[in-house]
């Protein structure tokens, strides 16, 4: 019986070690270990034995050779699996010889570099970066702004308002953000002054697209809160951003202007070196309303905004003509900066 079953376990892995794919081992596995198989048959034929020993012995020789036969089918499974993967990596692989001198690792998109690059000159200046949502209430982004029911900004026309009602609120008095300035909001309402921050991130209006507009586009907010902060302090920050972001060669001025959350209020333009102005974003100090609506008492604090689209500044450093070939993917486009 023991010569049997030794028998019956070396032919078992002669078969197994000679099947060449993994359909040959799973069809060996029930062949072997089945209840028909050789050992299984074997296995029926301990009850005829004439001592206990006898069976003890042959049975104990069965298990044995059933576990060793289980392993080998797993080894060969795990075999012819590996050779597999090895021969359809051969086979799929692809000669990129002649790129090899040919760098072409990927790169930020040029409004993220333009992101960064303002997110980088403002941190030297003493600013901390801010973040808001870009669903927001109409109430950060209009009401709280000084722009109170019935401003023309408020309509459909230019505002894209979404399905989703706040906890609380109303249905229809939600929004994507028209700008970043309820970044500011939140910020005061969150944080004791002094404050010190830009607000970098993505807006939306019901723009068409053309050259020049887009209906998602980037913005840049800057905000200071503080005590005894005048129109000075504007206009220096305005330079030195200037400066630190164009060059010792470029200079900038305010001119008049109005917005419903500053009060005075101004554009801010900038002058290249060959002595042409161009306009920038909009600024001014903080209206008193605001200041109110942020929890802050406008007897005590002060503090300028500002605010640009980072996009065209892209658009102006780069002297791209035309706003929509930023966004289409064209690597002929992507590949120059």
């Excluded at 990927?106 to 973040?131: K, S």
């Excluded at 030195?240 to 010792?248: I, P, Q, R, S, V």
């Amino acid at each position: 019986m023991i010569d049997e079953i030794g028998a019956a376990r070396e032919t078992a892995l002669t078969q197994v070690a000679a099947a060449d794919s993994l359909e040959s081992v799973t069809m060996l596995g029930t062949q072997l270990l089945g209840k028909k198989g050789p050992l299984a048959q074997l296995k029926t034929k301990l009850g005829g034995l004439s001592t206990v020993d006898e069976k003890k012995a042959a049975g104990s020789a069965v298990n044995e050779a059933i576990q060793v036969v289980t392993a080998a089918l797993e080894f060969r499974n795990i075999e012819l699996s590996e050779a597999a993967l090895a021969a359809r990596v051969q086979f799929e692989s692809i000669d990129l010889t002649e790129y090899a001198d040919r760098p072409t690792r990927g790169h930020a998109h040029v409004v993220t570099q333009a992101w960064e690059r303002l997110e980088d000159v403002f941190i030297g200046l003493g600013f901390q970066v801010a973040e808001g949502p870009e669903v927001e209430t109409d109430w950060h982004n209009f009401e709280a702004l000084n722009m109170g029911e019935g401003h023309p900004a408020r309509g459909e026309f230019d505002t894209l308002f979404v399905d989703h009602a706040p906890a609380g609120g109303q249905p229809g008095r939600t929004l994507l953000r028209t700008h970043t300035s309820p970044v500011q909001i939140r910020t005061m309402l969150e944080q004791e002054p002094p404050i010190y921050i830009v607000a970098p991130g993505r807006v939306f209006r019901r723009d068409t697209p053309d050259a020049t507009h887009m209906p998602v586009f980037h913005q840049i907010e800057g905000l200071v809160i503080d005590r005894n902060i005048t129109m000075a302090d504007l206009a220096g920050t305005i330079e030195a951003f200037t400066k630190a972001f164009f060059g010792a060669d470029f200079s900038s001025r305010l001119r008049p202007s109005y917005f419903p959350f500053t009060e005075p209020s101004a554009e801010f333009d900038i002058q290249r070196p060959d002595g042409s102005w161009l306009e920038l974003g909009g600024c001014g100090m903080v209206h008193p309303n605001v200041l109110i609506a942020g929890g802050l008492d406008p007897e005590q604090w002060s503090g300028f905004a500002f605010g640009f689209g980072i996009d065209r500044m892209a658009v102006m450093r780069h002297q791209v003509a035309d706003i929509r070939d930023m966004y289409v993917n064209d690597i002929r486009f992507i590949e120059q900066f």
